[in-house]
């Protein structure tokens, strides 16, 4: 029913015969549009989950530096190292411990 190859005519064909509902054209393309909707949605919930994994894992890594700073008075750069921060997020983390160290 809501093929993108298929044509709002054939749909209401298809609602006739088989279904025996009467709906107008334009009814039919707000039901396809909240289908699409529904779908990039649901994608975009996913991809939100996924983001959010990630920022909450650097901002661990952030807090768990901070503590290793204190509690065994190394520097930030000994911290980093013994925490095994990788390049690929070394710049976020840094940023997230100035912030941590600012508020506290």
Same mark, same amino acid.
């Not at 779908?39 to 290793?68: F, L, M, N, T, Y």
């Not at 000994?78 to 095994?84: E, I, P, S, T």
């Given at each position: 029913? &809501?093929?993108?190859?298929?044509?709002?005519?054939?749909?209401q064909e298809i609602l006739d015969a088989?279904?025996?509902?009467?709906?107008?054209? !334009? !009814?039919?393309?707000?039901?396809?549009?909240?289908?699409?909707? /529904?779908?990039?949605?649901?994608?975009?919930i996913k991809e939100g989950k /996924?983001?959010?994994?990630?920022?909450?894992?650097?901002?661990?890594? /952030?807090?768990?530096?901070?503590?290793?700073?204190?509690? &065994?008075?190394?520097?930030?750069?000994?911290?980093?190292? /013994?925490?095994?921060?990788?390049?690929?997020?070394?710049?976020?983390?840094?940023?997230?411990?100035?912030?941590?160290?600012?508020? !506290?």
């Amino acid at each position: 029913m &809501f093929s993108k190859g298929l044509g709002n005519e054939r749909c209401q064909e298809i609602l006739d015969a088989k279904y025996k509902i009467d709906i107008d054209l !334009s !009814s039919l393309e707000r039901v396809k549009m909240t289908d699409w909707y /529904a779908e990039g949605r649901i994608d975009g919930i996913k991809e939100g989950k /996924a983001e959010g994994i990630i920022e909450e894992r650097i901002r661990k890594s /952030a807090e768990d530096i901070v503590g290793v700073m204190k509690k &065994f008075g190394c520097t930030l750069e000994d911290a980093l190292d /013994a925490v095994n921060v990788s390049d690929n997020d070394r710049e976020e983390i840094l940023r997230l411990v100035r912030e941590l160290q600012a508020s !506290s």
